[in-house]
Nanobody, 114 residues
Framework: VQLQASGGGVVQPGGSLRLSCAAS????????IGWFRQAPGKEREAVSC????????TYADSVKGRFTISRDNAKNTLYLQMNSLTPEDTAVYSC????????WGQGTLVTVSS
């Protein structure tokens, strides 16, 4: 099981980024998938996820209305569109896929700074 995250970078406050998480060797269709983030010196935080049961999405309160999670089954890829970024969004973002097991992708660093 391999998950490859990408799309991180440096962006100014108010800017946008789109993170991608591509799965290889397995299909994301049957997994709950999502994103966590961990800022320097802080606990890891669940950002957003898509349920395998019904496709419903959930968001942390801190990102609601600004972030959008989505998936492209044809590309076997998970996305996180992040808008109106603030310095508080600076973190390493990691994707995951979960069924009875939990699989992690490597993190991608997002830095929001002027």
């Amino acid at each position: 099981v391999q998950l490859q995250a990408s799309g991180g970078g440096v962006v100014q406050p108010g800017g946008s980024l789109r993170l991608s998480c591509a799965a290889s060797t397995f299909s994301l269709d049957y997994y709950s998938i999502g994103w966590f983030r961990q800022a320097p010196g802080k606990e890891r935080e669940a950002v957003s996820c898509i349920s395998s049961a019904d496709g419903s999405t959930t968001y942390a309160d801190s990102v609601k209305g600004r972030f959008t999670i989505s998936r492209d089954n044809a590309k076997n890829t998970l996305y996180l569109q992040m808008n109106s970024l603030t310095p508080e969004d600076t973190a390493v973002y990691s994707c995951y896929a979960a069924d009875s097991d939990l699989f992690w992708g490597q993190g991608t660093l997002v830095t929001v700074s002027s």
